[in-house]
T-cell receptor, first 114, second 113 residues
Framework: QQQVKQSPQSLIVQKGGISIINCAYE??????FPWYQQFPGKGPALLIA?????SEKKEGRFTISFNKSAKQFSLHIMDSQPGDSATYFC?????????????FGRGTSLIVHP | KAGVTQTPRYLIKTRGQQVTLSCSPI?????VSWYQQTPGQGLQFLFE???????NKGNFPGRFSGRQFSNSRSEMNVSTLELGDSALYLC????????????FGPGTRLLVL
């Protein structure tokens, strides 16, 4: 059972365009939603994260939109650049034993053409 | 500060063998988590250690185990390796796991033949 569904699996965008990646979750116990960026040969790096008490969070060109009632959240990358080409993972985390334990989406491979 | 380091970076083993992977967290971080990343199953949580105690465990068989030392360094062991254990094993550390913020290392690529 896939608790966090991520789409699309792959995405091709032109330089300067907007990249949009969507995630949906089922378990209402999740209350921390990070996005990670992973380049080949590297570990995932935290990009931006949101908690369910806000509907949107923006950091530079990256924005998370969160819809609690629909149990969906999305990552928008504005003015996409070739250097943004990477795999992006959403995660939904729940508090357990004093820590947040993430459940990851399957990832989106983003290619930004120059 | 130096980031999370993992050794070795690459490893080849045969079925039935055991393997130990090592992770050194960012200085001052007391929480270390381990993840398995495969093309088929994606990124999955293995376990978390905090102050030398396993605090959380994912849904993996008992062949997967770990420990944390007093300096917060952690090791992960997989016994009786199976072909399906071939994966990228990632370690992440956190200064305050109650915030959800964690930093990943580059991973150890394990190939089981």
């Amino acid at each position: 059972q896939q608790q966090v569904k991520q789409s699309p699996q792959s995405l091709i965008v032109q330089k300067g365009g907007i990249s949009i990646i969507n995630c949906a979750y089922e378990n209402t116990a999740f209350d921390y939603f990070p996005w990670y960026q992973q380049f080949p040969g590297k570990g995932p790096a935290l990009l931006i994260a949101i908690r369910p008490d806000v509907s949107e969070k923006k950091e530079g060109r990256f924005t998370i939109s969160f819809n609690k009632s629909a149990k969906q959240f999305s990552l928008h990358i504005m003015d996409s650049q070739p250097g943004d080409s990477a795999t992006y993972f959403c995660a939904a985390s729940k508090r357990q034993g004093g820590s947040y334990i993430p459940t990851f989406g399957r990832g989106t491979s983003l290619i930004v053409h120059p | 500060k130096a980031g999370v380091t993992q050794t070795p970076r690459y490893l080849i083993k045969t079925r039935g063998q055991q393997v130990t992977l090592s992770c050194s967290p960012i200085s001052g971080h007391r929480s270390v988590s381990w993840y398995q990343q495969t093309p088929g199953q994606g990124l999955q949580f293995l376990f978390e250690y905090f102050s030398e105690t396993q605090r959380n465990k994912g849904n993996f068989p008992g062949r997967f185990s770990g420990r944390q030392f007093s300096n917060s360094r952690s090791e992960m062991n997989v016994s009786t390796l199976e072909l399906g254990d071939s994966a990228l094993y990632l370690c992440a550390s956190s200064a305050d796991p109650g915030t959800g913020t964690q930093y990943f290392g580059p991973g150890t690529r394990l190939l089981v033949l």
